[in-house]
């Protein structure tokens, strides 16, 4: 048997079972989607170094949590003010080279990032600067970067195992990342993790540039965006199922989902450890984000997916105030990757209820207003976060988050008793009509 792509043995390993075919990675099936994954394998892993090593500079310049928070808000909320113009870039132009342009400018700022530091002569404004250029970029880069998948994709039946293979091949990342990052920063210094990073972004655009695709045909302007968002709002506004999981997925995000920031923090001053106990810190969070990831995945289907939502809600409030309030290292590590699984898992499920119930017209303006919600309120929450901490210290923070989570998982039990209460008064009919919804 000969193998021609990076993944291709995996898949025929993996399809052979006695005799009986299993799909996990029939995905990799597809020559340009093996491509890309193998790219992108490489360029998370140096991406995640970076944003561990980004957090451990600024921290161990300013011994501020305030500045770390602001460092997050400086790399992610530029996505939030961009991300409407990337989506209408990605829907009218050629994503597959907008793609190819969004990764050699990630590149260039990985490098900067590296000279700078190496330098040794750095002020903490100019690391933020560059974070901001980074967040304008990855505002054109994400909206591109998504969509495209369909596009490598063969037969599109493989379509949802290459998106659950993108999420395990993002949790992987973020388990491998920091804790190479924290290897490196203690061996090396920050410069060398955003060297690396800078490197990493060969693998991904060398795999772009060998993928084929079709010649692009151009989509022409339709309406103006003012009219496209209206009509997005008032959607929403007219389809509650939706515009509450969207309000949920605003609020954890502002609230719940920015406790790592404070992760360097509880590296240095709670644990007494330096650059690898704040990798080892991150890693578990991933170790548990993948851990999430194959709990979703075999879930049967027909499963209540606003259940599990309250459950890894709850999850992430329990395991957030143990993990603030336990100074032990080993044990704190199962409470983080306990709030990896719960953030994780929340997260993917709101994603996917509200996919599910858009119409299909709808489907791409609502998920715009999803990724503003998220980098929108992330980087507001993190600002917000590093203030308190500031004032009060960091448990006692990571304490009061972990409460707020136990809230929001209290009115999320109370509002799915009254929706089960009301269902039960449907009459039997519609009850049947609604059976092919009923697991969301």
């Known amino acids: ?208 540039l060998l993928i084929k695709l079709p010649p692009h045909k151009a989509t022409p302007s339709q309406k103006d965006i003012t009219t496209d968002i209206k009509e997005g709002f008032s959607y929403l506004k007219n389809t509650p199922s939706i515009s509450l999981v969207l309000l949920l997925l605003a609020v954890l995000s502002l609230l719940v989902l920015p406790y790592d920031t404070l992760l360097p923090v509880f590296a240095k001053i709670v644990f007494k450890g330096d650059a690898t106990t704040f990798g080892y810190i991150s890693s578990f969070i991933g170790l548990g984000a993948i851990c999430g990831t194959i709990f979703l995945a075999s879930l049967k289907q027909g499963a209540s997916l606003k259940n599990f939502l309250l459950i890894n809600i709850t999850l992430v409030g329990i395991g957030l105030i143990l993990f603030s309030q336990i100074s032990y290292f080993p044990v704190a590590m199962f409470f983080a990757t306990l709030s990896g699984f719960g953030a994780m898992s929340q997260n993917t499920i709101c994603i996917t209820i509200i996919q599910v119930k858009t119409d299909a017209a709808m489907r791409g303006r609502v998920m715009s207003y999803v990724a503003m919600a998220y980098f929108g309120m992330l980087p507001l929450g993190s600002l917000i976060v590093g203030s308190i901490s500031h004032k009060i210290g960091a448990p006692d923070t990571l304490l009061f988050q972990g409460i707020i989570s136990l809230i929001i998982a209290a009115l999320v039990a109370a509002f799915l008793r009254r929706e089960r209460l009301r269902q039960e008064d449907i009459p039997q009919l519609e009850e049947a009509e609604d059976t092919s919804v009923e697991g969301i």
């Open 1 to 208: 048997m000969v193998i021609t792509h990076p993944f291709t043995f995996l898949v025929h390993f993996c399809n052979m079972d006695n005799g009986k075919k299993i799909n996990t990675f029939r995905a990799f099936q597809n020559r340009n989607y093996n491509l890309y994954f193998s790219g992108q394998s490489v360029s998370l892993i140096g991406t995640w170094m970076q944003r561990t090593g980004i957090s451990w500079v600024v921290y161990s310049t300013t011994h501020s949590a305030f500045m770390l928070g602001l460092t997050v808000f400086a790399s992610q909320f530029p996505s939030f003010l961009f991300s409407l113009w990337g989506g209408i870039l990605s829907d009218r132009y050629n994503r597959y080279k907008l793609l190819i342009i969004t990764q050699t400018a990630s590149m260039i700022q990985a490098v900067l990032l590296a000279i700078l530091t190496l330098s040794n002569h750095f002020v903490v404004w100019q690391i933020l600067t560059l974070s901001v250029i980074l967040g304008i970029i990855n505002a054109f880069d994400l909206p591109a970067r998504q969509p495209l998948i369909h596009e490598l994709i063969t037969n599109k039946e493989d379509i949802p195992n290459a998106m659950a293979l993108n999420s395990s091949m993002v949790n992987i990342a973020r388990l491998v990342g920091p804790a190479l990052s924290g290897i490196v920063l203690g061996s090396f210094g920050a410069g060398i993790c955003f060297l690396i990073n800078a490197l990493s972004f060969v693998a991904v655009i060398v795999s772009l």
